[in-house]
């Protein structure tokens, strides 16, 4: 889903990342008249704009704070058989997986994979590049699903102890079920593999991403990875705690990368447990 910021660092005389985003008209009717809030409609407008061309100057020039350019917090550090394990682990709790076989049961995945599947052939035709698959999959998934479709290439930031910025590769949203999806291609991955190019290994990454647009659109948010074989979908909440469980378990003194987003997940059940169970 990430696409390394620094490949869209601008001419160092703009001060800014210059980015081209994908955002049609049919995207921003649906963040305007689909969500029950207006603040990703007001990200997209910021991005978009023609004044800041992706990232607004003042992300680049604030230097109060730590800059980390991309959300980079794959899971490194393991070895085929740890990974095997993780990746049994998450499937049987926190991770869903759908394949082709599974064609129907989500609509959406269904879109994906059959997008995924068109563009695989479209690269081995050399219809187009291997580096031109993220752009043909954003287009083709703009057009066939019009309805859904919110935004391609979306560049989106967090300020906590450090800033973190990067690049979206898809932002999907159900009307029916009012949930937010962001969505990683990953061509170039295998779903069943324990190798390093295995999903598994992106999954903090992905979940990094889940969770800044949740504080963005403040909505129900899903994270999907998926190339033409299969998809991984899962909550951005869950899976950072047991991977991190796992990887404890392995090495004490392991400290994770993503530990900021860790806090901020702990927040958030903190702040929905006090108000759910105060007095009124």
């Given at each position: ?9 601008a001419d160092s005389k703009?001060?800014?990342?210059f ?5 049609p008209l049919?995207g921003m009717?649906n ?12 990200h997209?407008?910021?991005?978009g704009s ?7 100057t ?6 109060t704070?730590?800059m980390?350019?991309s959300?980079?917090k794959k ?9 095997r394990?993780l ?17 129907g049961e989500?609509?959406?995945v269904d879109a994906l994979l ?8 479209m ?10 698959a993220?752009?043909?999959m954003i ?18 930031w967090l300020?906590?102890?450090n800033?973190y910025?990067?690049i979206?590769?898809?932002l999907?949203f159900?009307?029916?079920t009012k ?7 990953k061509?170039v ?26 504080e ?8 999907i990875?998926?190339?033409d ?13 047991p991977?991190?469980?796992f ?19 702990a927040y958030k ?8 169970y105060?007095?009124f």
């Amino acid at each position: 889903m990430l696409i390394d910021v620094k490949l869209y660092l601008a001419d160092s005389k703009r001060g800014s990342w210059f980015v081209t985003p994908e955002i049609p008209l049919n995207g921003m009717a649906n963040a305007y008249y689909e969500l029950p809030k207006v603040d990703l409609y007001n990200h997209l407008e910021l991005v978009g704009s023609d004044m800041f061309n992706g990232f607004p100057t003042w992300i680049n020039f604030d230097s109060t704070f730590g800059m980390e350019k991309s959300f980079n917090k794959k899971l490194k550090g393991l070895n085929i058989d740890s990974r095997r394990t993780l990746s049994e682990k998450l499937l049987n709790t926190v991770v869903e997986q759908y394949t082709k076989a599974d064609k129907g049961e989500l609509k959406i995945v269904d879109a994906l994979l059959q997008t995924a599947t068109t563009v695989k052939w479209m690269v081995a035709s050399k219809l187009i590049t291997q580096k031109q698959a993220h752009k043909a999959m954003i287009s083709i998934m703009n057009l066939n699903e019009p309805g859904r479709f919110i935004g391609g290439e979306v560049p989106v930031w967090l300020k906590m102890k450090n800033m973190y910025t990067g690049i979206i590769d898809l932002l999907l949203f159900d009307p029916t079920t009012k949930t937010l999806y962001v969505v990683d291609y990953k061509p170039v991955l295998d779903h069943n593999s324990f190798l390093d190019n295995g999903f598994v290994s992106s999954i903090p990454q992905l979940a990094a991403y889940g969770l800044t647009m949740e504080e963005i659109a403040d909505i129900n948010v899903q994270c999907i990875m998926f190339n033409d074989q299969a998809a991984w979908i899962f909550s951005p909440d869950d899976v950072l705690g047991p991977i991190d469980a796992f990887m404890l378990a392995a090495d004490n003194s392991w400290v994770a990368p993503w530990v900021e987003f860790l806090d901020l997940v702990a927040y958030k059940e903190y702040f929905w447990a006090r108000f759910l169970y105060r007095d009124f």
